[in-house]
């Protein structure tokens, strides 16, 4: 499976983005699909998940109530609505996916920038 991610940008303190995570070369339909972000400097963490079925979503405490993932299986995409952005929100988004079982991820996207200015 490859993964796309896109959508990222540059936005204002309080503003809002939505990134879309496409796949290619397989369906995304039973994995569970997560966001990771790397500012410069610092390691990568998880910003996001949400299972196969769409029926369990977690997040990160600095992004609970803010950010929103979401799927479309049919579609083969899952999306990450990022509102009220921070400029510490500012780092290269990643999309992954995984088998249920396992704990790691196992496909990864390339990234996508998204910078908010204050």
């Known amino acids: 499976v490859q993964l796309q991610a896109s959508g990222g940008g540059l936005v204002q303190t309080g503003g809002s983005l939505r990134l879309s995570c496409a796949a290619s070369?397989?369906?995304?339909?039973?994995?569970?699909m997560g966001w990771f972000r790397q500012a410069p400097g610092k390691e990568r963490e998880f910003v996001a998940h949400?299972?196969?079925?769409?029926?369990?979503?977690s997040y990160a405490d600095s992004v609970k109530g803010r950010f929103t993932i979401s799927r479309d299986n049919a579609k083969n995409t899952v999306y990450l609505e990022m509102s009220s952005l921070k400029p510490e929100d500012t780092a290269v988004y990643y999309c992954?996916?995984?088998?249920?079982?396992?704990?790691?991820?196992?496909?990864w996207g390339q990234g996508t920038q998204v910078t908010v200015s204050s």
């Open positions: 992954a996916a995984k088998d249920w079982s396992t704990s790691e991820y196992s496909y």
């Open positions: 070369g397989g369906t995304i339909e039973y994995y569970v």
């Open positions: 949400i299972t196969s079925n769409a029926w369990h979503t």
